[in-house]
């Protein structure tokens, strides 16, 4: 529940701000049955694939950033 909790779209927007455009919008999709949430970025691979000039025109290393997103836990938990 912490997860889900902190990543809340703006949560996400500001957290990545440095992919996004001003037009960029993040769009959360919660999968229940998966325990697992999916965002997309819109806007934030620069074209992807061969057509970005962008290092990481799939977007693989912006995934690994995300996982580091801090993410806020009750001190009873630790």
Not at 9 to 34: F, K, M, N
Not at 35 to 46: D, K, Q, R, S, W
Request: glycine residues 6%.
């Amino acid at each position: 529940p912490w997860i889900r909790a902190s990543l809340t779209e703006e949560a996400v927007a500001a957290y990545c701000q440095h992919w996004l455009e001003t037009r960029s919008e993040v769009i959360r999709y919660e999968l229940p049955s998966l325990n697992a949430l999916n965002f997309m970025l819109t806007y934030a691979l620069g074209g992807g694939g061969i057509a970005s000039p962008r290092l990481d025109p799939q977007g693989k290393a912006h995934a690994q950033q995300l996982l580091a997103m801090p993410v806020k836990i009750p001190v009873e938990v630790l």
